[in-house]
């Protein structure tokens, strides 16, 4: 089965730009999705079809993706970006999420 | 406006049929370009993509559990269930639905994504 694989965890600085990445056999061949999900809440759209910004979502996310990897990018990240990310995509005819990364802002 | 939520039991036990449903307002699903997944978290893990239901009734599961749920949807009460036989203590989560949709132009399964989300029910899977 198709597998997207994230870092479990990531850190940045206030104000520093942050990339967190997802990968998987051929991804760039695939459009790749984003989430974010803040404690307690339900996940929320933040990058669609690879870079694609739904309306609301701040300019300083950003979206690529290539190769065998995918990166949701930061920048200035903001103490309210402290969140799960969670990458997906479609296998063929099936729905995949990556395992998560913990965003935190020190 | 594109509002979900959830509804079910909070606590199953092992052996026995989940039912959960999702009732939703602010789309129609009877056109084709939209639709209700199921997805679950167990506490602190990842998000798991369950089942997804088209407008045109299309039906997508996960492989891995294909054989344990059905997904249905009565359109004019404007709800999708989903349901899933012989529960265990792993199924323990929080189960979400949400709505599915695409960009424009772009065909395919591979641009639908998952725009609005329910608040999530917790099902607690013991004995």
């Given at each position: 089965?198709?597998?997207?694989?994230?870092?479990?965890?990531?850190?940045?600085?206030?104000?520093?730009?942050?990339?967190?990445?997802?990968?998987?056999?051929?991804?760039?061949?695939?459009?790749?999705?984003?989430?974010?999900?803040?404690?307690?809440?339900?996940?929320?759209l933040?990058?669609?079809?690879?870079?694609?910004?739904p309306?609301?979502?701040?300019?300083?996310?950003?979206?690529?993706n290539?190769?065998?990897?995918?990166?949701?990018?930061?920048?200035?990240t903001?103490?309210?970006?402290?969140?799960?990310?969670?990458c997906?995509?479609?296998?063929?005819?099936?729905v995949v999420?990556?395992?998560g990364?913990?965003?935190?802002?020190l | 406006q594109?509002?979900?939520k959830?509804s079910?039991?909070?606590?199953?036990?092992?052996?026995?049929?989940?039912?959960?449903?999702?009732?939703?307002?602010g789309?129609?699903l009877?056109?084709?370009?939209?639709?209700?997944?199921?997805?679950r978290?167990?506490?602190?893990?990842?998000?798991?993509w369950?089942?997804?239901?088209?407008?045109?009734?299309?039906?997508r599961y996960s492989?891995?559990?294909?054989?344990?749920?059905?997904?249905?949807?009565d359109?004019?009460?404007?709800?999708?269930?989903?349901?899933m036989?012989?529960v265990?203590p792993?199924?323990?989560?929080t189960?979400?639905?949400?709505?599915?949709t695409?960009k424009?132009?772009?065909?395919?399964?591979?641009c639908?994504?998952?725009?609005?989300?329910?608040?999530?029910?917790?099902?607690?899977?013991?004995?």
């Amino acid at each position: 089965s198709y597998e997207l694989t994230q870092p479990p965890s990531v850190s940045v600085s206030p104000g520093q730009t942050v990339s967190i990445t997802c990968s998987g056999g051929k991804l760039g061949d695939k459009y790749v999705y984003w989430y974010q999900q803040k404690p307690g809440q339900s996940p929320v759209l933040v990058i669609f079809q690879d870079w694609r910004r739904p309306s609301g979502i701040p300019e300083r996310f950003s979206g690529s993706n290539s190769g065998s990897t995918a990166t949701l990018t930061i920048s200035g990240t903001q103490p309210t970006d402290e969140a799960d990310y969670f990458c997906q995509a479609w296998d063929s005819i099936t729905v995949v999420f990556g395992g998560g990364t913990k965003l935190t802002v020190l | 406006q594109i509002t979900l939520k959830e509804s079910g039991p909070t606590l199953v036990k092992p052996t026995q049929t989940l039912t959960l449903t999702c009732t939703f307002s602010g789309f129609s699903l009877s056109t084709g370009g939209v639709g209700v997944a199921w997805i679950r978290q167990p506490p602190g893990k990842a998000l798991e993509w369950l089942a997804l239901i088209f407008g045109d009734d299309d039906k997508r599961y996960s492989p891995s559990l294909k054989s344990s749920l059905t997904i249905t949807k009565d359109t004019s009460r404007n709800q999708v269930v989903l349901t899933m036989t012989n529960v265990d203590p792993v199924d323990t989560a929080t189960y979400y639905c949400a709505h599915s949709t695409k960009k424009g132009s772009c065909s395919g399964y591979a641009c639908y994504y998952f725009d609005f989300w329910g608040q999530g029910t917790l099902v607690t899977v013991s004995s």
